[in-house]
């Protein structure tokens, strides 16, 4: 299986600041053939279920706000938070839907004030 | 809109079964792979198992296979997880989750249920 490593574990942004969190991948979730990097970004906020932010590494998710970006290719990938708000405090996970079956997911990057 | 509800947890001894459904409507449920996902209390996410659209292919973790058997009734639009032989390890928040594209496996999860909470213990 693929494994996700995320990194910090955690970090604490002040409002306004920007959130910056790493994915590092086992191996490449690029696939040559289209291009397309297969990677997703989700959102899980205390007692709630994970909410898809991101996935292709880059595209944002429907009704996702445009302060959450993607970007990376082949095993190395971020997520940044250009302008954190009161909202934003979660846990963001990494996942890899390029090894499968075996969908892998990152340990998650708690995202405080 | 895209629903998922999940039922069926509870908490159950070590070594006996439990079985998951999760209901689904707001979209064409026999057009969809799903997934089942869970999460230990306090950590991190776990994929468990996938079936397809049609319940003609479906695949299993390590750690559950032999064990787990994903199934779907897209009759009554739903999903379910029989959890046979369980283990203090399997108490976990399962969630039900919805693959993005019809067409294959490589995927991410659109929609997550809420999740039902699996307790196993003596």
Excluded at chain 1, 21 to 36: F, G, T
Excluded at chain 1, 68 to 83: H, K, P, Y
Excluded at chain 2, 18 to 43: D, E, T
Aim: charged share 15%; with cysteine; proline share 3%.
């Amino acid at each position: 299986d693929i494994v996700m490593t995320q990194s910090p574990d955690s970090l604490a942004v002040s409002l306004g600041e920007r959130a910056t969190i790493n994915c590092k991948s086992s191996q490449s979730v690029l696939y040559s053939s289209n291009n397309k990097n297969y990677l997703a970004w989700y959102q899980q906020k205390p007692g709630q279920p994970p909410k898809l932010l991101i996935d292709w590494a880059s595209t944002r998710g429907s009704g996702v706000p445009d302060r959450f970006s993607g970007s990376g290719s082949g095993t190395d990938f971020t997520l940044t938070i250009s302008s954190l708000q009161a909202e934003d405090v979660a846990v963001y996970y990494c996942q890899q839907y390029f090894g499968t079956p075996g969908w892998t997911f990152g340990q998650g990057t708690k995202v405080e004030i | 809109q895209v629903q998922l509800v999940e039922s069926g947890g509870g908490v159950v001894q070590p070594g006996g079964s439990l079985r998951l459904s999760c209901a689904a409507s707001g979209f064409i449920f026999n057009s969809y792979g799903m997934h089942w996902v869970r999460q230990a209390p306090g950590k991190g996410l776990d994929w468990v198992s996938f079936i397809r659209f049609d319940g003609t292919n479906y695949y299993y973790a390590d750690s559950v296979k032999g064990r787990f058997t994903i199934s779907r009734d897209n009759s009554r639009n739903t999903l379910y997880l029989q959890m046979n032989s369980l283990r203090a390890e399997d108490t976990a928040v399962y969630f039900c989750a919805k693959a993005m594209t019809a067409v294959t496996t490589s995927t991410s999860f659109d929609y997550w249920g809420q999740g039902t909470l699996v307790t196993v213990s003596s």
